[in-house]
Every structure is written in C-alpha cells, then in structure tokens.
C-alpha cells in the first residue's frame, strides 16, 4: 500500500486571487465576513497581504494596511498567515534601507505574518540577507523563492535551466530557508517542466517544496497536477470565484481530482463550496474591476511571447498614451532583445516594467537613444546581479554620464544605501503615531503622507478613495 501523503494547500483568495483579477482591490470588510469559516478549512496556510495590498490599501482604500493582517490574526488564530515580500523591495518598487527593511520585518511579524515568502525580481539572493535575518530573529518561517523564468517555449537554453534552478534552490536552502517557492508569477511552467523541476529539487533538498503558479496561460491546473505527482509538498490555489484567469488554479476541481489517492488533500469540498458561495455574494461589487476586454479567460499570447497580461496592458497604455498603438508588434519584438541585453531577467515587477519601458523608446526613438533613470539604475547594479552578464556594448552606452559612475557595483545592491528610518521618523513626527505610520510614510512617501493625514482628520480623502 502506498504511503498517504496529503497535498497541502496555500489559500491565496485573500491576496493573490485579487490582485491579480481585481486590480487588489477586495477590502477588509469582506474578508471579516468570512474569515472564521476560512479558518475551519484546513488551509496548511493562508496568503492574506504584501504584494500590492500595502501600496492599494493607503492610496485607493483609505485603510491602514498594518490593521487587515492583525484583525484576520484574531478571527483564524489556527492558519499561518502568510505574506508576499519583495526581498529589499519590500511592498514598493525600489530597494530600501537595512533599516527600513528589518524595522518592516519585525512589524509584520508583530501584527501577525507567521510565513513570509520572500522573493527577488533578478534572483540576486543577496537581496534576501537582510529581511532573512529580522524573519529568523521574529522565530518566522523564511519562504525563500525562485521566480520562474523561461528564454525558450520550456526550460532550458542560455540561462533558466534545470541546473540553473537545481543550483539556487541549494544556495537558499544554505543560507536557511525553512522551505522553497518556485515562483512562476506569469504562469509559463509547463506540466512536463513542472514535474521534472519538482522531481529533482525533492531529490536535492531537505526543505518543504512549494509551487506558486498563475492561471494565465491555461497550463496552472495541469501544471500543478504534475508537480503533485513529482511530490511536491504545497501548492497555492484560490477559491473558484476570484481563481483562473491570471489568479491562481481554483481549490474545488484539485481537492476531488485528488480524493482516494494518497495525496488526497483531506480538505471538505462541501465546506470549499460554502466559502465560494460568500466570494460570489460580495464579488459584483468588484466586477469593474474584471477585464471584460475579450471572452478568453486565458491569455493564449503569453505562450507565444512571454509576456505576462500586466505588462501588455502597460504597453497598449504607453503606446496609446504616444498615438502609436499601431508599433505594438514592433515592441513585442523589441521586448526579448531587450531583455537578452539586460542578462535575462525574469519579467515580473519591476523589471518587467524597465524592460517593457525601454523596449517601447527603443522602438519609437531609436536603440538606447533614449534611457530612463531606472535602466540606468538596472545596469549599475542597484536592483542585483542578473542571471545572466549585461552586454558589455548596451551597459557602456546606458551608463554613459551616469551620475554615480560609469563603472558597475558588483557588491550587494543594499549596501550603496544610506539608512532611511531616522529621516523618515523626522519627517513624520507631527503625525505618526507609531512604527507602523513611520514605515507607511518610508516606503510612499506621497500617497503614504496623504493616507496619514486622512487616517488622522487632517485631510479629507477624495470621493473616489473609499472602502466599498
């Protein structure tokens, strides 16, 4: 008889299932609603903030970000919650001080985030130091994370090999990691991929294995079967309602797929359905929000080209915004010589945003004529060391009359940085009340001062910045 092995799950409903269909947009209130039967389910854990939930909380919800994750603590005391960080990044699109980034750490930790994945958008685990360091002085569970990426239709070619994978998994289980993410944020692990990654980092390493994929190409469910098959340990699913599309697989179809097997999920599909029931009670308020552009729930492009829906709609806004939406085709065969340049970095914010930029210049002004301050920041070495070397002709040219030099940092990213909290503190004094006011204001400093002087009666939100 073979051996149960129950399928553990990751609900990500409360963030990653609307973030990435409704713009991240569900509020609190709704999660309140629900949140004790959510508890009663079984989850191994549930991923219920960071992403973007911090920077929409303060600038189109008027909610204190610091409350959602201390109010879910209260009502599912028995689920791990867990949270998405961007390594140094933290929940913003720049890397920030040592300071900062260990003072968030505790803080979360503090307002009741139990696992906290970490990721990094060039793979540079350098970036992880520091935030690995506050997460293990909290007693946390340090999810250290890979993103996927891919240069060829699978895996393989010049960079995103299995070796490649096999290699860093190591590094982070090293540097200790409580367990792994794959992190395929545009959902282009293919099934065959999955399972031969999976099959071979179960051999290598000693730490749990979790597979993070995004329905967006159509291969998420399929892709996740194999990778249960290859004896994976945890996978991230959402609940029907706010699943597929370019969230993540839905829960109810892999916990019957999986019933009398030995990896048999053991979770009620009666109790999965109620939970779906009450997500379709509150969903229209947030059907604005839905992309309704096409009857496809799948982006079928992305399995062409790469590039995740996100980063499309960014590129149809630039073009548009330049009357040359006709060159669209133009930049989409700019985007990967673009990014061999730049070392390959795997597409996901923010250099899915400095590639996807520099590629529409490059086509409407003419090659590296024009550079942005980010590309410029990218080929110093501020946001890491990419998978693979910049070509040394592009990197000359983008660095030429850079302000900080003409001569790359090979060190780590962090370390050119001045701390920032004090400043921060000083700033604030005459409104935040405590850490967690300093920090929204040292991570936005614009929109995160607007949202404390609402917070505090000194301003009034504009109409349309409301919990709905």
Not at 144 to 149: D, F, G, H, V
Not at 192 to 203: C, R
Not at 417 to 425: F, H, I
């Given at each position: 008889?073979?051996?149960?092995?129950?399928?553990?799950?990751?609900?990500?409903?409360?963030?990653?299932?609307?973030?990435?269909?409704?713009?991240?947009?569900m509020?609190?209130?709704?999660?309140?609603?629900?949140?004790?039967?959510?508890?009663?389910?079984?989850?191994?854990?549930?991923?219920?903030?960071?992403?973007?939930?911090?920077?929409?909380?303060?600038?189109?919800?008027?909610?204190?970000?610091?409350?959602?994750?201390?109010?879910?603590?209260?009502?599912?005391?028995?689920?791990?919650?867990?949270?998405?960080?961007r390594?140094?990044?933290?929940?913003?699109?720049?890397?920030?001080?040592?300071?900062?980034?260990?003072?968030?750490?505790?803080?979360?930790?503090?307002?009741?985030?139990?696992?906290?994945?970490?990721?990094?958008?060039?793979?540079?685990?350098r970036?992880?130091?520091?935030?690995?360091?506050?997460?293990?002085?909290?007693?946390?569970?340090?999810q250290?994370?890979?993103?996927?990426?891919l240069?060829?239709?699978?895996?393989?070619?010049?960079?995103?090999?299995l070796?490649?994978?096999?290699?860093?998994?190591?590094?982070?289980?090293?540097?200790g990691a409580?367990?792994?993410?794959?992190?395929?944020?545009a959902?282009?692990?293919?099934p065959?991929?999955?399972?031969?990654?999976?099959?071979?980092?179960?051999?290598a390493?000693?730490?749990?294995?979790q597979?993070?994929?995004?329905?967006?190409?159509?291969?998420?469910?399929?892709?996740?079967?194999?990778?249960?098959?290859?004896?994976?340990?945890?996978i991230?699913?959402?609940?029907?309602p706010?699943?597929?599309?370019?969230?993540?697989?839905?829960?109810?179809?892999?916990?019957?797929?999986?019933?009398?097997?030995?990896?048999?999920?053991?979770?009620?599909?009666?109790?999965?359905?109620?939970?779906?029931?009450?997500?379709?009670?509150?969903?229209?308020?947030?059907?604005?929000f839905?992309?309704?552009?096409?009857?496809?729930?799948?982006?079928?492009?992305?399995?062409?080209?790469q590039?995740?829906?996100?980063?499309?709609?960014?590129?149809?806004?630039?073009?548009?915004?330049?009357?040359?939406?006709?060159?669209?085709?133009?930049v989409?065969?700019?985007?990967?010589?673009?990014?061999?340049?730049?070392?390959?970095?795997?597409?996901?914010?923010?250099?899915?945003?400095?590639?996807?930029?520099?590629?529409?210049?490059?086509?409407?002004a003419?090659?590296?004529?024009?550079?942005?301050?980010?590309?410029?920041?990218?080929?110093?070495?501020?946001?890491?060391?990419?998978?693979?070397?910049?070509?040394?002709?592009?990197?000359?040219?983008?660095?030429?009359?850079?302000?900080?030099?003409?001569?790359?940092?090979?060190?780590?990213?962090?370390?050119t940085?001045?701390?920032?909290?004090?400043?921060?503190?000083e700033?604030?004094?005459?409104?935040?009340?405590?850490?967690?006011?300093?920090?929204?204001?040292?991570?936005?400093p614009?929109?995160?001062?607007?949202?404390?002087k609402?917070?505090?009666?000194?301003?009034t939100?504009?109409?349309?910045?409301?919990?709905k």
């Open positions: 008889m073979t051996t149960k092995n129950p399928l553990k799950i990751t609900d990500v409903t409360f963030r990653d299932g609307h973030q990435s269909s409704l713009a991240t947009r509020v609190t209130k709704d999660m309140e609603g629900i949140a004790e039967e959510m508890n009663q389910a079984g989850f191994y854990s549930m991923e219920v903030w960071g992403g973007a939930t911090f920077d929409v909380a303060t600038r189109f919800l008027n909610e204190d970000p610091w409350e959602r994750p201390r109010l879910l603590k209260k009502l599912m005391p028995d689920t791990p919650l867990q949270m998405l960080l390594g140094q990044n933290l929940v913003g699109y720049r890397n920030y001080a040592d300071d900062v980034a260990t003072a968030f750490v505790y803080h979360a930790a503090e307002v009741g985030i139990d696992i906290f994945r970490v990721f990094d958008a060039v793979n540079d685990e970036n992880f130091e520091t935030c690995l360091k506050a997460i293990k002085e909290c007693g946390k569970h340090a250290l994370s890979i993103c996927y990426s240069t060829e239709p699978k895996m393989g070619g010049p960079v995103y090999t070796d490649y994978y096999v290699k860093k998994a190591l590094v982070l289980q090293d540097m409580d367990s792994l993410c794959i992190k395929d944020m959902g282009l692990i293919a065959d991929d999955a399972y031969k990654l999976i099959k071979a980092l179960k051999q390493l000693k730490i749990p294995v597979l993070h994929t995004h329905y967006t190409s159509g291969m998420g469910s399929m892709s996740c079967l194999k990778a249960v098959e290859a004896g994976v340990d945890i991230d699913t959402s609940l029907a706010f699943a597929l599309r370019s969230a993540q697989p839905a829960i109810e179809p892999i916990v019957v797929a999986l019933q009398g097997t030995p990896r048999d999920t053991g979770l009620d599909l009666a109790h999965l359905f109620k939970l779906g029931q009450y997500i379709e009670s509150i969903a229209p308020k947030y059907k604005e839905l992309d309704d552009t096409r009857m496809a729930v799948i982006d079928t492009s992305v399995l062409m080209h590039i995740p829906g996100g980063m499309t709609t960014n590129l149809v806004a630039q073009l548009r915004e330049f009357k040359v939406l006709d060159r669209l085709d133009e989409y065969e700019e985007i990967p010589k673009v990014r061999k340049e730049l070392g390959y970095p795997p597409l996901v914010t923010p250099t899915s945003q400095i590639v996807g930029a520099q590629a529409v210049q490059n086509v409407l003419g090659r590296y004529k024009m550079v942005s301050r980010q590309v410029k920041d990218y080929a110093y070495g501020l946001y890491g060391k990419p998978p693979a070397p910049i070509d040394p002709e592009v990197q000359k040219i983008v660095l030429k009359n850079y302000e900080r030099g003409e001569t790359p940092i090979t060190g780590r990213a962090a370390d940085l001045e701390p920032e909290l004090d400043k921060a503190k700033a604030i004094k005459d409104i935040a009340r405590d850490i967690g006011d300093v920090l929204i204001y040292a991570l936005f614009t929109t995160g001062m607007h949202f404390l609402w917070k505090y009666g000194l301003e939100p504009p109409p349309e910045v409301k919990a």
